[in-house]
């Protein structure tokens, strides 16, 4: 791996982790839910997408890179689906 | 390598208050849901233990399909309710049960300080069967599941028959032979539609997946099974699929295939190679990935069955 | 302090949490939550008897960890049972408790 790549691997993954910790900083300073809710589909989307960027500069074949994508597209589908449904379970208790 | 120690410490310490909130939390539904998360958290102590194949099986199966089956038994329950606060135990029970699961638990700490030096280990033993019968396979666990231990693995399989059988027998005799009530009453929301119409392509192609690699890298029959199970689980709980009769003929037949095959197999090792449950090395992993197949198919049927529960009245429309 | 030592404290602790949980636990279903800690606690257990017994060339001990993988799976399908032999003690009776003398009381209904 030549030296550049490898900084902007170190870069990307730093900056995801940064994006997570700010996110969990969130969960827990944010005062309800949705907010919280808010803070975590966001942030940590973000983050694990340039954690997941990170490594697949890493990636030693083309197939754990692919592999790494399906997680990314995996994890922003469920997260995105659960967060709807947390929405609308808290919708249904407010009215 | 100087910053892990620490890391591992954090885990373990996080692994324990999580596992404590699951003790302590005061409502049902808040201690299943940190019981998933120490599922999850687990599983990151089996990969620092160099288990990756346990952490997939303690995610797949300890966290999520036994938090799926605790959450719907909940729901189930009616309301979550908890039991009254007159039955709540007294300060010296709590004492004396604190005093006694603390000696329980600083026994066994000391005997894990105490472990003999150098380890006992099977694994020359298992290294050497998997060099014979398990030619082929470049996953150890595989090997010693398949070939090595496989008379555990053909039990483990009939364990799980008859714990189905065991929640069947709780039928209410005039509900007997129809469906389990399905996962939810009302109409699903639209995100869970959504969620498992993705899901159900992509995570039976992982589940597959999963299975095959697992005869030389970590995955395996357990948790390419536990994965198709939870397929089916959510495909169900969108509403898209629904419980099946459990005196449909296709239920029964996929829950015994696995060990069914297993036995056969076992039986013809017998005269084949020379001895019950060996494989010609030949042909051996053929054979094995052969019988995992079915080993995957009686999983992914068994597991959901048992989150579904017995057949009840007025499942039929 | 290394990883499988911590990891088998980790265990030990377990095992105290979840028989305190067990005993105290007067609902049924936390009951079988504690019961399962106390399962992961014997597998951790177990799980570094694997990770010490490294010999032959690999990492670990495959015997033990492939037992543990089989565990998990069993203690599953008995958790399943024990739902269902609770679901169907809610069907016959209209409180949860596994108390005998609460249940020679003619019960009132719903707890509070």
Known sequence: MTGLLHLLSVAAIGAGTFFFFTGTVALLRFPDSLT?????TKADNLGLGLVVFGLILRAETALSALKLIVIWALVLLSGASTAQLIGRALRRVRE | MSVLPYLDVGLALLVVAVAAWTVAARALFASVVSYVAYGLLLAFVWIRLYAPDVALTEAAVGGGVTGVLLITAGKRLGALHDIGPDVRPGVGLKLLTGV???LVAGALASVILLLPDPPPSLAPEASAAIDSAGAGLGNPITAVLMSYRSFDTMLEKIVLVLAVAGVWSMTADEAWGRAPSPFRRSRPYAPTIFLAQMLAPIGTLIGIHVFWT?????????????????IWIITMMARLAEPPRVDARWLRMALVAGPAVFLVNGLTGEFVAGSFFAYPPSVAKPIILFIE??????????LPMLVAGPSSEGSDQ | MNPSVIA???GA???GLGLYGFILHPHPLRKL?????????VFLVFGIVARRGAAAGFRFDPVPQAMVITGIVVAFAASAVAVALILRLSAANSDLSLDPDARAEPSDGEGP
């Open chain 2, 214 to 230: 697992g005869a030389n890298a970590p995955g395996g029959a357990f948790q390419g099974g536990a994965l198709l199970a939870a």
């Open chain 3, 13 to 15: 602790t377990l095992v």
């Open chain 1, 36 to 40: 919280r809710l808010h803070a975590l």
């Open chain 3, 33 to 41: 939550l504690a019961f399962n800690l106390i399962g992961s606690g």
């Open chain 2, 100 to 102: 006694l699961a603390a």
């Open chain 2, 293 to 302: 197949a079915f080993m995957v198919l009686s999983i992914a049927v068994a």
């Open chain 3, 8 to 10: 088998g404290l980790t």
